[in-house]
Structure formats: structure tokens, C-alpha cells
């Protein structure tokens, strides 16, 4: 059970039965499935997910974007500074022809200079601001007064950043001096250039920016989430479907199954769930079968045991022969008890006791085992030449069923044959009879437990499970039970098992000089030209 179902249920138990009880019941369970399935929370974290990728994008962005901001009008700054050193360099060099004075330095490069949007040239001599161009001062000196004294102090190049809540600038001071032979007043003086860029509104623009992205992805979130939700919905619908089959499954219900769609983790969940019914369905209808077959083949002998004892008062003088009817019933109820027993030991993973066996010699020890049950024409065809890994004992008792069934449905001047042979990886062992055959229509169905031909004698004693007991310890070998029958022709039942993988194909030897028979001729292929007998109880 989901813990929100245990959840609710604990709700509705602390609540009470009123119709505002149940109301809020409703509320509270429809809540908390809503926000705390699977189903919410893939759609939190998709979103979390994809809100941090595009915060963490448009921050990087952004920081990418001032930092570029900043290089490029610094670069400008000191492109203009350099300007200015090599109209000084000039001027020096050209002496005779200009003056050497700070003042018309300063005239000459502002009248040089075509100002750009939001830069600015501040021209200081002697702590005082000089000229400035364009010639209206940025509100820079206004807000921070003492960056004149600052930018007069400078003795080099000196570059800084400004950065506030309102503002962004960036400015590159350089000291500037003239030596000459000019009085003592004008050796004196002492100027600075400084190029100043506001980038104010480039940042505000930047910002704006941001915002309105910020503005698209949140909506666009939005209605991606939208989308997130319809396709988790329609993605984990087998899932909710799976709970619904799961929680509707009884013992007397398993028979709805999970549509497969896609072949994605879901399907693959889904098929594994549709198996996991059918091998359950499986286990319930055999559990009910077997309960049902083994009450009915145990009443009669039960019934004829209690008759046969409530009449023993007034017939006592029939006393040893009521003694041996009713051990001959229990004879046959231990019997029927442990043949039921080995059915469901066959499911165990430990019915078997492999080892290796070689097929020749364990065909030859039962063909001298059989020939001693009842006097009929017996025979060994053929007798394999492998190897193979088996139960010795189960494969015996699932021959000498074989072999006690052809007894039971012979005469005397019939003719029982058994053989081996290996053909393509696989090794088969048969018996086959001359008697009187099974119907096409029932050779299928004397596979299941207590159940007989129709057109055999039923004068023979026999609970219907030898066959099922066969079938049962050739699965258990991961191989099968193939019949081929005629009415009049008598049957040939072959026990097919896998030989290792790893085998080479082997031949078969011909006893011929026992038996005067010729090989098994008749196995051209895998299915030696008989249909193979299907578990058609799943």
C-alpha cells in the first residue's frame, strides 16, 4: 500500500462519520495524494531544475556581459590616453614651433578630441579643474568631491573602477609635467589628464534586459511545467493503472492485465507485472485444481473405507476381507498422496539431483528393468551415445510410468519397444507400444492430472497422474514430453531433454545384434514428426 492511502485511512479513522468529516477527509486525502505522489514531485524537481539552469545561465550572462562592459570602455580610455602621450612626445620633440606649457597642451588635445557617448576628458592643473570635455561635468565630481584631490595626488598612470547602486564608472588618470626654460612659476605647474566613461546607462540597459529575461523564462517555466505535468501524467498512467490492478486482484479475480504500450522502462515495468499475473494466476487456478482433483479422487476411497467399516458391527464374520479392502484403499490413498507430493516437489528448484549419466548404458538398465514387469515382445531399438547431465532416479521413475502405461494397454502378443538417440543437441528417450492407442482428442489432455483417455479400458487401477508425474519431471529437465498416437496403432511417448551446450553432437549405436532391429530411423529432425505436447494449463 502507498503511504498516502495509509495516510488517509489513518485520517479517516481519527475523524468522524458526520458529512463535514467527510468532507474534510475528501480535502485532506485529495491534497495530500496531490502533493505527495510521484507525480508532483518529478514536476518540483523538473521545475527547481530548470529554474536553477536558467538563474545560474542569466547571472553567468550578465557577470560575462559587465565584465566585457568594462574591458571595452577601459580599452577606449587608454586608447585616449595614449593619444594624449604622443601629442606631448610630439610637442617636446617640436619645441621651437608650439609652446611648452601645460595649458596649451591640454588646448590642443581637447580640441583634438571628438567625444563618444558617456565618455568624458577632465583636464586638472594644479588641483584645479582646468577644462573638461564635453564641457559639461558629469555628476561624478558632484558625488564624490574628493576624487579631484585624488586624481592631483596621482604621480602615474592610475586606473580605477567606481562601481554603486546608481553608478558605474570607470576612469584612467595620467599625470603630466613639462620641464622648460620658462620662469620658476611655470616650471611649477603641474597637470592631469583623466578619461572618464559613465557606464551608467549601458549597465541600466544590461539590467533591463535581464529582467525582461528573467520575465520570459518565468513564463515560459510556466507553461513548460504545464506541459511537464500533462506528459508525467500520461507517462506514469500505467503506474497508476498497475495500483488499481493490484489493489482490484483477488483469489477469485486475476484475470485484468496492464495494456503495454511503447517499449520504454514503464512497458517493461508493465509486461514484468502482466507475468508476474499470469504466473500467479497460474499458481492460484493449480492450487484450486489440485485441491479440487485431490477431494474428489480422495472421497471414494474414503467412502469405501467407511462403509466398509460401519458395516464390519453386522458382518463381523467378514472381518479379514473388510481388513483387505480397506488396505488396499490405503494403498492406493498413500499412493495417490505421494504422486501428489512429488507434483509439487516438481517446482521446487531441488526436485533434481543432476549428474552426468551416459545415455547408452542408462537405455540399456531400463530396457532390463521393464522386460521383467509383464510378459510382452519387448525390445531396445537404439541406444544413445552421449553423454548427458540428468537425475538418474526421476528419469527412471519417468520411464517406468511410460513403460507401466504400455503394460497396462497391451496383451501379451504385443510389442513394448524402448530406445535412445542424440540428434541436434538434444537427447530422446521413447517407448512405444502396439496397443490400442490414444484419440486424437485426448492426447492432450491426458497430461493433466486425473485425467484418462476416454477410449482406454478403465478396469486398470490408476489415479490419472503417472503422465502428469512424466510431464512434470521433463520441465523440471527444461525439455518435454512429445506423443505420437493412433487408435489401433498403438503410442510412442518420447521424453526430449537439452543436452549441455557445450556437447558436440553424438551418434547412436545399433543393438542389432540383440534386438534385430534397425536404428531409429524415423528421427530426421528435433520433433521426430509429432507435434510437442504444450503446457496448456498456463
Partial sequence: ??????????????????????????????????????????????????????????????QMYCEQLGARAEASLVQEIERFKLLAN??????????????????????????????????????????????????????HPSLISEWTSTTQSRRRRIYTSKERIIYVAESVRIHS????????????????????????????????????????????????????????????LLTKTAQSITESDMTQRIAVKGSDEIAEL?????????????????????????????????????????MLNYQPERQQETIALVMDELNRMTRLVNDLLLLAKAERPDFLNLKPEELDWLTEELYLKARSLANRD???????????????????????????????????????????????????????????????????RIFERFVRATNRDQQFEGSGLGLSIVKAIAQAHTGWVELRSRLGHGSTFTIVIPLIAS???????????????????????????????????R
Avoid at 467527510?22 to 514536476?43: D, E, V
Avoid at 544590461?206 to 507517462?235: C, K, M, N, Y
Fill in 1 to 62: 500500500m502507498f503511504p498516502h492511502s495509509r495516510i488517509c485511512k489513518q485520517a479517516m479513522k481519527a475523524e468522524s462519520s458526520s458529512a463535514g468529516s467527510k468532507i474534510t477527509k475528501s480535502l485532506w486525502c485529495g491534497l495530500h495524494r496531490a502533493f505527495s505522489g510521484i507525480r508532483p514531485r518529478i514536476l518540483v524537481w523538473y521545475f527547481l531544475l530548470t529554474a536553477s539552469t536558467a538563474l545560474v545561465s542569466i547571472l553567468v550572462t550578465r
Fill in 90 to 143: 610630439e610637442q617636446t620633440q617640436n619645441a621651437t614651433r608650439s609652446p611648452r606649457t601645460i595649458t596649451a597642451l591640454f588646448d590642443r588635445f581637447l580640441s583634438s578630441y571628438v567625444p563618444t557617448r558617456n565618455e568624458y576628458i577632465i583636464t586638472l592643473l594644479n588641483g584645479q579643474i582646468y577644462k573638461s570635455s564635453p564641457t559639461l561635468l558629469p555628476d561624478l565630481l558632484k558625488q
Fill in 181 to 240: 626654460d620658462a620662469p620658476a612659476k611655470t616650471l611649477s605647474d603641474r597637470g592631469t589628464i583623466i578619461a572618464v566613461y559613465d557606464a551608467t546607462t549601458d549597465y541600466q540597459g544590461g539590467t533591463r534586459a535581464i529582467v525582461l529575461v528573467i520575465q520570459v523564462t518565468l513564463v515560459f517555466l510556466v507553461v513548460f511545467s504545464l506541459l511537464a505535468w500533462v506528459t508525467a501524467g500520461r507517462v506514469l498512467s500505467p503506474l497508476r
Fill in 270 to 310: 508493465t509486461l514484468t507485472f502482466n507475468e508476474m499475473l499470469d504466473r500467479l494466476q497460474f499458481a492460484f487456478d493449480s492450487q484450486q485444481e489440485f485441491l479440487k482433483d485431490a477431494s474428489h479422487e480422495l472421497r471414494t476411497p474414503i467412502t469405501v473405507i467407511q462403509g466398509h467399516l460401519e
Fill in 378 to 444: 519387448w525390445r531396445l531399438e537404439s541406444k544413445g551415445l552421449s553423454p548427458v547431465v540428468v537425475d538418474r532416479q526421476r528419469l527412471t521413475q519417468a520411464v517406468m510410468n511410460l513403460v507401466q502405461n504400455a503394460v497396462r494397454h497391451t496383451q501379451d502378443e504385443d510389442t513394448i519397444t524402448l530406445g535412445s538417440a542424440v540428434k541436434e543437441d538434444y537427447a530422446y528417450i521413447w517407448v512405444r507400444d502396439t496397443g490400442e492407442g490414444i484419440a486424437p482428442e485426448d492426447q492432450e
Fill in 503 to 537: 556437447q558436440d553432437v553424438a551418434v547412436h549405436e545399433s543393438d542389432s545384434h540383440r534386438r534385430g532391429q534397425s536404428p531409429h530411423h524415423r528421427f530426421s529432425g528435433n520433433r521426430v514428426g509429432s507435434a510437442r505436447v504444450h503446457d496448456h494449463s
